[in-house]
């Protein structure tokens, strides 16, 4: 819930130029604004013809009727959209998404032909108390790891070491790696090695320009959800580069 409406299509235009600068042309980008801005952002991406994919940071669990504030995952489809965070820890921990309600959400959202970024990662006493393996491991097995083969290629996982975001904390290369891999074991057992090897896994726990060249040289890091990095075009512009 950042950016006001002057600021939002500021940033967008920032990035469009950016990537029209910039050497990006091994880097798939995508940017989630506030869903209000969905439509004017899609269109501004078109008329610019960038390659930057639009997606949101949320949709609902159910297809449609009397669910009140609610967007479902056709709606977003039909103003542009085609990809969608499913399971955000701030979802998780301030809305009280259940593993039941996050794979109702994915189901919809592929059903909609939207790509899921499905969110998974510990907190602070869970890495503290050797947990953290044993917690994004059920986030997991509960959720996407039960979906069909097919449908799984095309998610997308998102780290998130929930302690890293927003405190300033990040991972080590090390760490990231560490779960990064174990996420990537835990598909090759759900599924086979194929699809381990072409599902992307995401970093998302405070990836910042002066971190990004380190966490992405990892074997096992696909590429990054940025958070607050991404609110500065220069600052997600450096990130896309490396």
Known sequence: ?????????????????????????????????????????FEFIQHAKSGIAVGVQNCASTENGAYTGELSASMLREVGVNAV????????????ESNETLLAKTKLALGAQLTPYFCCGEQLQDRKSEQHKRVVTQQLSTTVLTLSRGDMLKTVIAYEPVWAIGTGETASPEQAQEMHALIRQLIAEAFDQEVAAAVRILYGGSMKPDNANALLSQPDVDGGLIGGASLKAADFSAIIRA
């Not at 965070?85 to 009280?96: A, C, D, M, T, V």
Request: glycine share 6%.
């Open 1 to 41: 819930m950042n950016t006001h409406w002057n600021e939002a299509l500021t940033l967008v235009a920032e990035l469009a130029h950016a990537e029209g600068e910039g050497n990006w042309k091994d880097a798939d980008v995508a940017i989630f604004p506030p869903s209000l801005y969905t439509r004017h952002v």
């Open 85 to 96: 965070l499913i399971g955000h820890s701030e979802r998780r921990e301030y809305f009280q």
